[in-house]
């Protein structure tokens, strides 16, 4: 498991992007804020929780280099690093 911080804009076509990206992977993807945790893959997830704070990111697969190289953009801090 890879967890890390994200940060997403909350215009429309930057989630749109990020939905994008992670759903050409095969790796389960939740994102979490405060209580909430949405599908990473779903765009009407993601806009119903908080894009104004940095969102915690799992990805259930410790082999996913190349979707982080991918969204390395979005990422302000890997969690799993500091563990």
């Given at each position: ?11 429309t ?10 759903g ?9 804020s ?26 259930y697969?410790?082999?996913?280099n190349d979707?982080?190289e ?14």
């Amino acid at each position: 498991m890879t967890v890390m911080m994200i940060r997403l804009a909350m215009k429309t076509d930057d989630v749109k992007k990020f939905v994008d990206i992670v759903g050409r992977y095969p790796y389960d993807i939740d994102l979490r804020s405060g209580r909430y945790v949405v599908d990473a893959k779903s765009l009407l997830g993601i806009f119903s929780i908080d894009l104004s704070k940095p969102i915690t990111m799992t990805i259930y697969s410790d082999n996913c280099n190349d979707l982080l190289e991918e969204i390395r953009p979005y990422i302000i801090r890997d969690e799993s690093a500091e563990a």
